[in-house]
Structure formats: C-alpha cells, structure tokens
C-alpha cells in the first residue's frame, strides 16, 4: 500500500509524483509543484519513501523507473554572433521596403512591408501612412530594431493600398553600453505611388532583399529623404520668365528659329493626370488620357521635327491601340515607333512631328 513519501506513477493514466499527503482513499500526488488528487489503490509505487524500492515493486519496467527518477531536461542554451561594427555603419542608412507574397498574381498578391537599418545604431522607431483624403495619420508599427537587421512591420492587403498614399517614418537613433556621434531625431514623409504594386517592373533587385521589392530609401548616408512638392503653375510662371530673359534680341522680320535639344516626355497614367479616379469607370478614363494626349499633340503640329514620347504603361494596350487610331485618323503626318526600353521601361511611345 503506498504512504506519503512514495514515488508512484498512476495506474490507469499517464503521471505521477511523489505522495504528499493521505487523506482516506485518496492520496495528493506532488506533479511539478501541483498537487493531483488520485485514489490510493491507482497508485503504483516506484520508489518508496527510504528510497530502497519494495520488493513487490521488481516487476515494473525500468523504464517506468527511470522515467521517475530522471531530472528535466534543462533546455539547450542558444549563442548570437554578436553584431561587429563597421565604419561605413556610423552613418544611417534607412529603406522601406515592399515585398509580394505572389509576384506573379500581383492583382490579386498582399504584400509584406520591411524596414532594414543598415547602420550600427539601434532605432526607435513608428510606420505611419494616410490616404490623400484623410486627415490623420494611423500608426501601423512602433518598435526597436536593432544595427544591421531588418523588421517585418506586416502585411499590406490590397484594400489598404488606398490608405497609403502617403508614408513616414519617425525615428531616433542611438548604441547601448558605449559611446557614440549623435543622430538628430527626424520625420520622414514621402509620398507612395500605390500603383506600381500592380506593375511588374516597378519590383527590382535589391541589395538588402533577396526578392524582387518595391524600394523607399528613407535616410542615406545620414541624409533624411524629402518629398520635393511642385506647384505646376509656379513653375511653368518660372519657365516663362527665364525664357524671356534668356530670349536673344533679334530684328522683327528675322525668322524664329526653334531649337529642339530632346524628346518631351508626357505620362499619361491616369494618377498622373488627376488627384481622384472616384467615380470614374474605365471609358472615363481613357478619355481623360486621350485628352491630353490631343492638347499635346495639337499644340505641337507647327514644331516640325519635334519628338514626343507618351507613356502609357503596357496594361493590357488599350490606351496604346486608342493613341495609334488617333494617329491613323488625325494625325497623319506623324510617325510612331516604340521608345526606348532602356529610357523608358515597357509602355512608351515615341511620336515624331512631320
């Protein structure tokens, strides 16, 4: 019969312990530091409490016994290689980056952002976006990473695209344990042209990624990037006054003499054209970009020689069928060929005034 002290392991279940105490036909049988409730005649003793086993106890499997016997394993200690510094990392070197989970549907594809902190700083840092239409900021990470790494920040659905016209990154920099130069804490705002997650040419090779990304430098080399915001009107008033000053003075019956240094570059992507789509289905749109593409081309029919190169992406060639019509219809004098790839990337054409 077994006593308090005993080492027992259950009868008719997995477990087993020592027996702290007996009260009737049920003994409490110590498990990890738990007391387990279990009547007295399930139990089987191992080892009883003199630690010399009973003779009665011969025929249970050594197994059994040392199973009982044996202490817990200590869990294996894990070693990192420690981070080394190098010269080229005192200076920050920050980029946002956006990777397809399935490069091949990206219609279809969410996204995983990163951050990667090439530098021997640790970072503190926030991941914020907004759409053009709201107000605020939504904070969608905020954490540490440490010199040299990279962070997963999470996933991008498709549906949230919408929300990230714009992004910035909030950080302070600094090492631990030693001294270091001083980084001036700093917010970067840049704005993200969500369409190109859609664009199989706008993921490329990176250094710091060994799939195909969708790159935003936000620091180099200690250098915060900086959204450059240009107000149309301004400069084309800019453009206009420096033409005047620089206008040689010529007699009045001297014939103008138009100079042609390179081809003009009109991007007819519809986000290129107007702030908002809302509203708008896919005949509206491609009426909006043979639009401009009219106003361009009427306003340089006189300008003999003239190259222009429209790019249209290559979709599934639509607006290119729509802009090779106009050319057969309405213009044509005009010679058209495909550009340069190495210039311009899938999707343009080059249109030459006769």
């Known amino acids: 019969m077994a006593k308090t002290g005993d080492i027992v392991r259950f009868l008719n279940s997995v477990g087993g312990g020592r027996i702290t ?36 106890q011969l025929v249970i499997p050594k197994e059994e016994i040392s199973k009982a016997k044996e202490p817990k394993a200590e869990p294996a200690p894990t070693f990192e290689l420690p981070f080394v510094e190098t010269a080229e990392g005192e200076t920050l070197n920050i980029v946002l980056g956006y990777e397809a989970q399935d490069l091949k549907r990206l219609s279809q594809s969410a996204f995983d952002a990163y951050l990667v902190n090439d530098s021997n700083y640790f970072l503190y840092f926030t991941y914020l976006t907004r759409g053009d239409e709201q107000k605020g900021w939504t904070a969608r990470y905020a954490g540490m990473v440490e010199p040299g790494t990279q962070v997963l920040l999470g996933e991008v659905e498709r549906e949230q695209l919408p929300l990230m016209d714009r992004v910035a990154i ?33 993921f490329q090779r990176n250094t710091y990624f060994d799939e195909p990304v969708i790159a935003v430098p936000i620091v180099r080399s200690d250098i915060p990037a900086r959204q450059i915001e240009i107000d149309p009107h301004a400069l ?11 206008k040689p003075m010529s007699r009045p019956s ?22 908002n789509t809302s509203g708008l289905n896919n005949t509206d749109m491609l009426n909006v970009q043979l639009d401009k593409f009219r106003e361009v081309m009427d306003a340089n029919l006189k300008n003999h020689g003239r190259k222009i190169v429209f790019i249209h992406g290559k979709g599934e060639g639509v607006l290119r069928k729509a802009l090779l019509k106009e050319l057969s219809y309405r213009y044509k004098g005009c010679e058209a060929q495909d550009a340069s790839f190495q210039e311009y990337g899938y999707g343009a054409t080059q249109i030459k005034i006769k």
């Not at 009737?24 to 003199?50: H, K, N, Q, S, W």
């Not at 600094?174 to 001294?179: H, Y």
Request: hydrophobic fraction near 40%; aromatic fraction near 8%; proline fraction near 5%.
């Open 170 to 202: 909030q950080y302070i920099a600094f090492k631990q344990g030693r001294e270091f130069q001083a980084k001036a804490p700093a917010w970067v705002e840049l704005k993200l042209d969500t369409t190109k997650f859609f664009k199989l040419h706008c």
């Open 254 to 275: 001297q014939k103008k003499q138009m100079a042609i240094d390179g081809p003009l570059i009109v991007d007819l992507h519809i986000n290129e054209l107007i702030d």
């Open 236 to 246: 084309n008033r800019a453009m206009r006054e420096k033409s005047q000053q620089a």
């Open 21 to 56: 105490r007996i009260e009737g036909t049920i003994a409490y049988v110590d498990e990890d530091g738990f007391e387990t409730p279990v009547l007295l005649r399930e139990c089987v003793v191992v080892t009883p409490a003199g630690g010399i086993p009973d003779k009665m």
